[in-house]
């Protein structure tokens, strides 16, 4: 659950800026276990059990009729702990260029920057969690009504950095409704 709060910042240009406030409640299981009964390390778990903050800034500012640009940054962090276990602090700067091709579709470009903090805890393993990450996201967007549009966007790595031996993905894909009232 997330709320957000957009405001201009000039009186004389569009430049405009905001603040973004949500709490990430513990969905996902944390006690899956394989067909012999053993369970999963804490992060290979769908959930990690904790209540989480969310805090976001962002300030976007057209650069023409068609064009704009966005820098955002993020923090994420655990407001407690489950089972002994607390997911590591994240942090995620994303800078961005739209291009509106038409009055309903436009192009992004994103450069995405993470921060993983290594989790903690008796149940955690702190040196094979954590990292830094960097990717490229182009993307579309379509806006299918005023208040309606569909997005995707495809995550390629530029750099990673993980502590110890982590899966990574060589790409990511990520589509998306978004609602506007």
Same mark, same amino acid.
């Given at each position: 659950?997330?709320?957000?709060?957009?405001?201009?910042?000039?009186?004389?240009?569009?430049?405009?800026?905001?603040?973004?406030?949500?709490? !990430?409640?513990?969905? $996902?299981?944390?006690?899956?276990?394989?067909?012999?009964?053993?369970?999963?390390?804490?992060?290979?778990?769908?959930?990690? $059990?904790?209540?989480?903050? &969310?805090?976001?800034?962002?300030?976007?500012?057209?650069?023409?009729? !068609?064009?704009?640009?966005?820098?955002?940054?993020?923090?994420?962090?655990?407001?407690?702990?489950?089972?002994?276990?607390?997911?590591?602090? *994240?942090?995620?700067?994303?800078?961005?260029?739209? *291009?509106?091709?038409?009055?309903?579709?436009?192009?992004?470009?994103?450069?995405?920057?993470?921060? !993983?903090?290594?989790?903690?805890?008796?149940?955690?393993?702190?040196?094979?969690?954590?990292? !830094?990450?960097?990717?490229?996201?182009?993307?579309?967007?379509?806006?299918?009504?005023?208040?309606?549009?569909?997005?995707?966007? &495809?995550?390629?790595?530029?750099?990673?950095?993980?502590?110890?031996?982590?899966?990574?993905?060589?790409?990511?894909?990520?589509?998306?409704?978004?609602? *506007?009232?």
């Amino acid at each position: 659950m997330q709320g957000r709060y957009r405001f201009t910042l000039s009186a004389d240009g569009p430049v405009s800026a905001g603040v973004a406030l949500g709490v !990430k409640l513990p969905t $996902g299981s944390f006690t899956v276990t394989n067909s012999e009964g053993v369970a999963a390390e804490r992060m290979l778990q769908p959930g990690t $059990g904790t209540t989480d903050v &969310l805090i976001t800034g962002f300030v976007s500012r057209p650069l023409g009729p !068609k064009d704009s640009m966005f820098v955002q940054l993020s923090f994420e962090a655990a407001l407690d702990s489950r089972d002994a276990y607390r997911p590591g602090n *994240r942090t995620y700067l994303n800078l961005g260029y739209n *291009r509106w091709l038409t009055s309903r579709m436009g192009l992004q470009l994103q450069l995405n920057f993470a921060f !993983k903090r290594p989790e903690e805890g008796d149940n955690a393993e702190p040196d094979v969690s954590g990292g !830094k990450y960097v990717f490229f996201s182009p993307g579309i967007s379509y806006d299918l009504s005023h208040a309606w549009q569909v997005h995707a966007y &495809l995550q390629l790595p530029i750099y990673q950095y993980v502590n110890g031996v982590q899966l990574t993905a060589d790409w990511a894909a990520l589509a998306g409704v978004a609602w *506007r009232f």
